[in-house]
């Protein structure tokens, strides 16, 4: 069982910048996949960046490229999502979730076993 806690959402201006954190329980986290995925208001899921296990293989959809940069630090069970240069349509729950059957991350939201209860952003124009 792997519990994530995400922190860090809030309100920022567009052109502003956030780091959210996922904080994870599993002591076999350095051997999960991970990725960030958000939710805004009357839409689907989608995916945001993912991490593999090793940290070497990373991937971002396309409207964050750029902005956004996904990191891990094994040593503290934690993921990271750096945003920047950040846009209203960027407002969304963010979730992060782990993978425990990957090596890389994968970019959809079927293939995560774990789910954080989300983070709300907020990016006022």
């Known amino acids: 069982q792997v519990q994530l806690v995400e922190s860090g959402g809030g309100l920022v201006q567009a052109g502003g910048s956030l780091r959210l954190s996922c904080l994870a329980s599993?002591?076999?986290?350095?051997?999960?996949?991970v990725g960030w995925f958000r939710q805004a208001p009357g839409k689907e899921r989608e995916f945001v960046a993912t991490l593999s296990w090793s940290g070497d293989r990373i991937a971002y959809a396309d409207s964050v490229k750029g902005r956004f940069t996904i990191s891990r630090d094994n040593a503290k069970n934690t993921v990271y999502l750096q945003m920047k240069s950040l846009k209203p349509e960027d407002t969304a729950v963010y979730y992060c979730a782990a993978d425990v059957t990957r090596y890389y991350g994968s970019t959809y939201a079927a293939h995560y076993n774990y789910w954080g209860q989300g983070t709300q952003v907020t990016v006022s124009s």
């Open positions: 599993a002591r076999t986290f350095s051997n999960l996949a």
